[in-house]
């Protein structure tokens, strides 16, 4: 179905299409969040979240114990202001335990608390998409048009074939939305449904924030009620730069993906070094086409950007054409001032060569 080999690398800014906060916006929840303090001899419970509070309880025994994680709620709050994200903020208090958890405990009640709010959300079970009109602006729809362009019912368990994610997110959006969306166009059950899923390859290099109730017994619904149990089970998901870089095997995956890969895109993705460092696979690339979102990026920035990639691929990614005994060069690095959704639609012959068969 794709016209080759292709891997989406997923940033936070792409979950935003779907009504999920990033940047700054995530920030400020988090802070807010943490934002504990004593009203007379007891904590105001108008203050800080609830339930991260009965979680950090389970572990202070005693006000000075208390004090301690309030004290490292407040370094977190002051320190968000100079800080990119939060995960990048935790990363640097790594010998930190109170920080870590409290950090951890933040993004897992944010995300969970977002997903219920988010375009996408699902409730009960089997209805339809909370916010149909605006989920059809998003990427999500995007790339399940062009998914599915071409496959037939019978022929659904290779809708997949030659596509792979690498998701920088904590979220589950897109394993959701696939889920759900393979229901709703193909007219599958649940149990069909999954089986197909488990064909799609899906990397978190940074974990997220737990399964869903279909990839495993200890699955999370999307979007639940948050409580003391599952925001612990959460917390334990997550994994900082550090953390994830001790696990090799899931490094050295990703990598060979991105070595594979034909065609990368970048969508709503910062192209930080420390993220680009996770994905380069130290060797010369396949890849022969790159795109991505660069919204709100200036030009100069952008030049940067594809240096990097560049650098990633270890090719030029720029071929001599030939037309009418003129010669021109043609770059194949399409890193473009676009929305996630504007991309996967304005590239979309390129993305998805729609009708084919395999083997055809």
């Not at 004090?67 to 990048?88: M, V």
Request: glycine share 6%; net charge neutral; hydrophobic share 40%.
């Amino acid at each position: 179905m794709r016209a080759a080999k292709t891997v989406f690398i997923v940033g936070a800014g792409a979950s935003n299409e779907v009504g999920i906060p990033f940047g700054r916006g995530f920030l400020e929840i988090v802070s807010e969040k943490l934002g504990f303090r004593f009203k007379g001899p007891s904590l105001d419970p108008d203050c800080g979240d609830s339930d991260i509070l009965d979680v950090i309880q389970q572990h202070a025994s005693d006000r000075p114990s208390l004090n301690k994680y309030l004290e490292a709620a407040q370094r977190i709050r002051e320190g968000i202001l100079f800080s990119r994200s939060i995960d990048a903020l935790i990363d640097v208090h790594r010998d930190d335990q109170r920080i870590q958890q409290l950090g951890k405990l933040a993004i897992a009640k944010t995300i969970l608390e977002q997903e219920q709010r988010c375009h996408m959300y699902v409730a009960p079970p089997g209805t339809s998409f909370q916010d149909i009109t605006r989920l059809d602006k998003s990427w999500f729809v995007n790339f399940a048009r062009g998914l599915n362009d071409g496959v037939r019912r019978d022929e659904i368990d290779r809708i997949f074939d030659k596509v792979s994610f690498v998701v920088f997110n904590y979220d589950r959006c897109l394993e959701h939305f696939l889920y759900n969306a393979l229901q709703k166009h193909y007219g599958v059950d649940a149990i069909k449904a999954k089986s197909v899923m488990e064909r799609l390859t899906i990397f978190h290099p940074y974990g997220k924030i737990a399964d869903l109730p279909w990839q495993g017994r200890s699955g999370i619904p999307f979007g639940c009620p948050a409580n003391r149990s599952n925001l612990l089970v959460m917390m334990s998901q997550i994994k900082t730069y550090t953390e994830q870089v001790e696990n090799d095997d899931t490094l050295n995956s990703i990598r060979h993906e991105i070595a594979e890969a034909e065609t990368l895109v970048f969508l709503g993705f910062s192209y930080l070094d420390l993220n680009m460092d996770v994905l380069d696979p130290g060797a010369d690339c396949a890849a022969q086409n790159v795109f991505g979102t660069a919204f709100g990026i200036s030009e100069s920035d952008v030049s940067q950007i594809k240096d990097k990639i560049r650098r990633l691929v270890r090719r030029n990614l720029s071929e001599l054409r030939t037309r009418n005994t003129v010669q021109t060069v043609e770059e194949r690095l399409y890193i473009r001032n676009l929305k996630c959704a504007e991309v996967l639609e304005e590239y979309s012959r390129s993305l998805f060569a729609a009708g084919q068969r395999s083997g055809s």
